[in-house]
């Protein structure tokens, strides 16, 4: 049979997709459908899983009733909101260190990025019991008084806590200083001295070559930092769902509802940063973007 | 940067007299910079030190306590070098996790799994990449979607499904998927291949397809190949996720003698009690649990170590970024 190139290239492209597309539908689609019933449900364990379809009543029962769910939302949101801006900002300032020409390039990038091989939550959890990765440990100060000495309590609270962890959320940016380091050497030479030609301090090259031009990989950092963010083992949020569905009462369609408001949650998280990004990100001359 | 600089202090008026005694002595300016770059290159250094430090602590706390007694460790005058070297921490953790056993599940797990990906996601990568078809646009779009789910949301109807195809208990839930382009972030990798492959010249593919090569065997013989970068970092990523992973294996597997090592390390108590007839109390302590974290932590740090050099030079090429 004959058919023509466009045909033969669809087919083509099909075939070489057919195994994703086969892991999409049976792995992905079909559980995130079927936990759409099941968050509207109670499920009987008993009768071979048969749901009981209840309405709204899991998520009432989530911000209403359980005490539990929502000081723990609360709380992801909060560390999120602080973890993110924190690595990315030192993985773009410890890439920007490790781009200079220094010796030991090579030693220093394989350094930051060891985390990512041998963070096993269990693992990175043990070690942080020990205290390990607070910033006490790293100076030998004790700042978490002298924080409550100056700060506002409220305050002082975020700050404690996230120099408690802050060598965990130091350890959560390999990959991101990794994509940082390829993006600066992906910054054309000729731009930088174009602009110290027309006499622009360091300073000012920064702000207005480095940043723009490093700022769609500043988007992908995002994003990547807020999905791994909120499916980190040490996230509340994903101990609090394994309890629910699987400690004792086996409250499936419960579990199924809480992991549902929290995949809202997230997408409207990544959301908001991909439309902000559209304001601010900038695609250079030829690239398709 | 320090000629912008000299040349703007040139034209300030303030400290002409300065700088026309500086022109006179060249030497005096060139020392200056010269002063300048060794004070910046020594900040960086001492903050990239500082820095390195702090991602090294953990790890180096961990090998040093795993060889230290009890008495060294509670010793506060015994700082990061212990008295004497102590192995028997090792060997107890070793026996205690059934390490072998452990070894075990996790090689098989991680074989499959990263095999599986890797065919799987350079396929369906390269299909993204270079075919046009109807409705591209959108299945990528859910490739990117994939990736945003948490386990979380899924994690429930997925159990249902496993215990359906009474997989609960085998490695089956994680092997399987991988496969298919899934199972631990298999759509991150998809798109790291597709990044890649969209990187590459067309005229190879157009030479091979003139000269009737099918388009399977073009992928495989001619691009796959090339991708050597991007191979290295799936393969490595793959391996080491799935090697770490926790989460999936708590919930998927029951029996002990099915653990995966990081797993074996939740259940080291009971272990060390079976072992020791009873005397878990006694024996159990800091010492002895940095030393079963090390043992889970040493074979990705060790191919990590014969790897680094190619890999995170890999991932530079593999285009990611762009």
């Given amino acids: 049979m004959r058919l023509n190139l466009r045909t ?153 806590d996230v120099l408690t962890r802050l060598t965990l959320i130091l350890w959560r ?99 908001l940063v991909f439309i902000s990004s559209q304001k601010w990100v900038f695609y250079g001359g030829d690239r398709e973007g | 940067m320090a000629t912008a600089r000299v040349n703007q202090e040139l034209s300030q008026p303030g400290i002409a007299g300065e700088a026309v005694s500086l022109a006179r002595k060249p030497w005096l300016l060139v020392w200056g910079r010269r002063l300048q770059r060794w004070f910046f290159l020594a900040l960086v250094y001492l903050l990239l030190i500082d820095i390195a430090f702090a991602f090294l602590m953990p790890v180096i706390y961990m090998a040093s306590t795993s060889l230290m007694t009890v008495q060294d460790f509670l010793d506060p005058g015994v700082y990061w070098i212990p008295r004497a070297v102590y192995w028997d921490n090792l060997t107890l953790a070793f026996q205690s996790m059934d390490y072998l056993v452990g070894l075990r599940n996790s090689v098989t797990i991680v074989f499959f799994a990263t095999l599986g990906q890797i065919i799987s996601c350079s396929l369906a990568g390269y299909g993204f990449a270079r075919f046009r078809f109807p409705g591209r646009d959108l299945l990528f779009m859910f490739v990117l979607f994939t990736f945003i789910v948490p386990p979380q949301t899924i994690i429930v109807p997925l159990f249902i499904l496993y215990r359906e195809l009474g997989w609960i208990d085998t490695f089956l839930p994680f092997t399987v998927p991988a496969f298919f382009s899934h199972g631990l972030r298999g759509s991150l990798l998809v798109l790291i291949f597709r990044q890649f492959f969209k990187r590459q010249p067309y005229e190879l593919e157009e030479a091979a397809a003139i000269d009737g090569c099918s388009p399977l065997r073009t992928f495989g013989q001619i691009m796959l190949p090339l991708a050597r970068p991007a191979l290295l970092v799936v393969f490595l990523f793959s391996l080491v996720w799935h090697w770490n992973d926790y989460y999936e294996p708590m919930m998927y597997l029951m029996k002990p003698q099915n653990f995966t090592v990081p797993l074996r390390l939740s259940i080291l108590q009971q272990g060390l009690q079976e072992l020791t007839g009873g005397q878990a109390g006694e024996l159990f302590n800091e010492p002895l649990m940095m030393a079963a974290c090390f043992l889970v932590v040493l074979p990705p740090l060790f191919l990590y170590m014969l790897t680094q050099r190619f890999f995170v030079e890999s991932i530079e090429r593999t285009g990611l970024v762009d």
């Fill in chain 1, 173 to 271: 940016s390999g990959i991101q200083i990794l994509l940082f380091i390829a993006g600066l050497q992906g910054i054309s030479g000729t731009l930088y001295e174009a602009a110290r030609i027309d006499g622009a301090t360091d300073w000012e090259i920064f702000w207005k070559i480095t940043l723009p031009m490093l700022s769609p990989i500043i988007v992908v950092n995002t994003i990547y930092t807020i999905v791994d963010g909120f499916t980190d083992i040490f996230n509340p949020m994903v101990n609090f769902i394994r309890q629910v569905a699987f400690s004792g009462s086996f409250r499936l369609g419960y579990a199924a509802a809480l992991g549902w408001i929290y995949f809202v949650l997230i997408f409207l998280l990544i959301g």
């Fill in chain 1, 8 to 160: 033969r290239q669809a087919i083509n492209g099909y075939l070489f997709i057919l195994p994703w597309l086969i892991g999409f539908t049976v792995f992905v689609a079909r559980p995130f459908l079927h936990s759409i019933r099941l968050a509207f449900s109670t499920v009987d364990m008993i009768a071979g899983f048969s749901l009981n379809p209840v309405g709204w009543a899991n998520f009432r029962e989530a911000f209403f009733v359980d005490e539990r769910f929502v000081p723990i939302l609360v709380q992801v949101i909060q560390r999120n909101l602080v973890d993110v801006p924190i690595i990315l900002t030192f993985a773009l300032f410890t890439a920007f260190l490790v781009n200079q020409k220094i010796r030991g390039q090579a030693f220093f990038r394989a350094v930051f990025f060891l985390p990512v091989v041998i963070a096993s939550g269990l693992v990175v959890e043990r070690l942080f019991q020990q205290n390990v990765g607070s910033l006490e440990a790293v100076v030998g100060l004790n700042i978490p008084t002298l924080v409550y000495m100056y700060l506002p309590a409220r305050f002082a609270d975020v700050v404690v």
